[in-house]
């Protein structure tokens, strides 16, 4: 087994970031091949094979890869060397209920998960610190793109001009489909609907005359990290959308709840 194919990101020397694709791995059925998430029903064993598949081809210790178990909330959680120190149950306790997780430890791996909703990967360059963010529809809602940079400034003294940043796989504006509701969250949050909001003929109905709201998650959270003063030059955009590759990347609309999900990471190298 030769490891996990993954989507890298140049953000500069002396970090990695990357998102995994599907195959690589030991799953089977809708996991496979490579899943990393033990929250989504997949083995535990295979898990724990492709955890440590990783993180051989990455030069990792796989106690130093961190995934947290999300609930598509606001909430970043630092890891420095203290939470090496804790027992496991402490650990997973400080990972719960967490979307976004930020480091300034080299060779520590803060990572999420996701299936079609939307990665982001930041480094500080000049105070050399990372974080991952997961980036769903509700999460986008809370902004939580603004939230992880806040904490990165009072953690780390971060500065959003420092920042390179990479927006990984995730479902385009033409695949998600949304409810009303959904569209209101985001115009009542103060979104720029006209930019990130299109009305297509519903999934299914080829006459054209029902309507379905559309919104596009890259654009709301590349606006959000523009908003709070990243250089759009500095924002890389895979472009990827999983819904429409499921076959390379996971998709939880395209293959239900109950299959893998992609893992999004990035370290210091050094």
């Not at 178990?69 to 120190?85: K, L, N, P, S, T």
């Not at 999460?139 to 400034?153: F, G, H, K, N, Y």
């Not at 001009?161 to 479902?171: F, H, K, L, T």
Request: aromatic share 8%; hydrophobic share 40%.
């Amino acid at each position: 087994m030769r490891g996990p194919e993954l989507l890298t990101y140049d953000l500069g020397q002396g970090v990695c970031a990357f998102s995994t694709e599907r195959r690589g791995g030991y799953s089977e059925g809708a996991y496979a091949s490579f899943n990393a998430n033990a929250y989504c029903g997949d083995d535990e064993r295979m898990v724990r094979l492709n955890r440590d598949l990783l993180c051989e081809s990455l030069g990792l210790e796989t106690s130093r890869l961190i995934i947290p178990h999300q609930v598509h909330g606001a909430r970043v959680r630092r890891i420095d060397e203290a939470f090496f120190m804790q027992t496991d149950a402490v650990k997973a306790a400080t990972l719960e209920g967490v979307d976004a997780v930020m480091t300034d430890v080299p060779k520590v791996c803060v990572s999420v998960s996701t299936a079609d909703c939307i990665p982001i990967l930041i480094y500080d360059r000049v105070h050399h610190a990372v974080a991952a963010v997961h980036a769903g529809w509700r999460s986008t809602v809370l902004r939580i793109p603004e939230a992880v940079l806040q904490a990165m400034a009072g953690a780390y003294g971060t500065r959003p001009q420092d920042v390179e940043a990479a927006i990984g796989p995730g479902i385009s504006l033409e695949a998600f489909e949304v409810g009303d509701e959904v569209y209101e969250a985001f115009r009542t949050a103060g979104f720029p609907m006209e930019k990130i909001a299109r009305r297509y003929p519903a999934t299914g109905d080829g006459s054209g005359r029902m309507e379905k709201w559309h919104l596009d998650l890259w654009q709301a959270d590349r606006g959000l990290l523009e908003g709070c003063g990243v250089p759009s030059a500095r924002i890389r955009m895979a472009g990827v959308c999983t819904y429409l590759h499921s076959e390379r990347f996971f998709s939880a609309r395209r293959l239900g709840i109950r299959s893998g999900r992609i893992l999004n990471g990035i370290f210091l190298t050094d």
